[in-house]
């Protein structure tokens, strides 16, 4: 008995959801949603698109620049050991007054 019911639940439904779609204004409705839905769909992958190539890009142009300051603190790392090789005496200098100012400023909070 249950399935008979069940079966005669399924059969309602499938001869209200034929009814609605095959409705005029139903099917209007429906087709004018899936236009919108599609054009949403290719907006957002277009807009996909984009974002993962700028986000490569931006990557890149990160990687390189970390290359750069690299490069630039080597150098100025071997510039400044250069010079404290060959003016030792300079170097003590320069670290006595850095260190001078610094606990100057230090004192005064």
Partial sequence: MASSK????????????????AAPVTAKAAEAT??????VAVKAAAA???????????????AHKQEEVKQ?????????REFAVQNPL??????FAAGALFTALLRRR
């Fill in 6 to 21: 069940s079966t005669t639940d399924n059969a309602n439904t499938t001869a209200t959801v034929d009814s609605l779609v």
């Fill in 34 to 39: 899936h236009h919108a839905v599609d054009a």
């Fill in 48 to 62: 996909e698109d984009t974002l993962r190539k700028t986000a490569a890009s931006s990557q890149e142009t990160l």
């Fill in 72 to 80: 630039q603190l080597h150098d100025s790392y071997s510039k400044t």
């Fill in 90 to 95: 300079a170097t003590a200098g320069i670290a």
